[in-house]
């Protein structure tokens, strides 16, 4: 499967509300595989996956976080936030 056309499966299954995927976009965005290496964004879907029960998205999440500034970890909560707003 072409790499865009995952990322685009993983988005469609986010927007349902798919652990899973909200999972894997963490991991696409954490490495930069089919998107732009944005750590903002993948701390996000890991702390979405991780509220949905994936275990594994703490323990990402809290690795990630190692990596970020305390204003990027406080953007990336807020923009969780706000995707659950109106998800």
Do not use: C, P
């Not at 986010?14 to 732009?36: I, R, W």
């Not at 323990?59 to 923009?79: N, P």
Request: proline fraction near 0%.
């Amino acid at each position: 499967m072409e790499l865009y056309t995952y990322v685009q499966e993983r988005m469609a299954g986010a927007e349902t509300g798919q652990a899973d995927a909200l999972y894997d976009l963490g991991l696409l965005y954490s490495t930069g595989q089919g998107v732009e290496r944005d750590y903002v964004q993948a701390h996000k879907w890991f702390n979405l996956a991780a509220i949905r029960g994936v275990r594994r998205a703490q323990v990402d999440r809290t690795e990630l976080a190692r990596d970020m500034t305390f204003s990027q970890i406080a953007e990336a909560q807020k923009q969780a936030r706000e995707w659950l707003n109106t998800h």
